[in-house]
């Protein structure tokens, strides 16, 4: 057993042990990473969505109106 597993099994054991929620994020941290709590691959986004992101960031090449009227005027300039 190692020390994380001790220091959880004596909590549960007396729940009067003081054991407070920052000291149980503490063990956490000491333990190894699960793989569980590694990227997801299909969260990882892909190079159009990079540029996308990139784009919003730097308000290069976006649409900007000065009023509403010329917003409107481009949505309805197909009809």
Known sequence: MDEKEEIMDKAKSNPKSGLHAQEHQGVADVS???PS???DE???PNAESLAAIRQAR???GL???NSVDELMADLF???
């Open 32 to 34: 190894e990473p699960s």
């Open 37 to 39: 709590k590694q990227p």
């Open 42 to 44: 299909s969260r990882v």
């Open 58 to 60: 730097t308000k290069q």
């Open 63 to 65: 649409l900007s109106y």
């Open 77 to 79: 300039d197909d009809e």
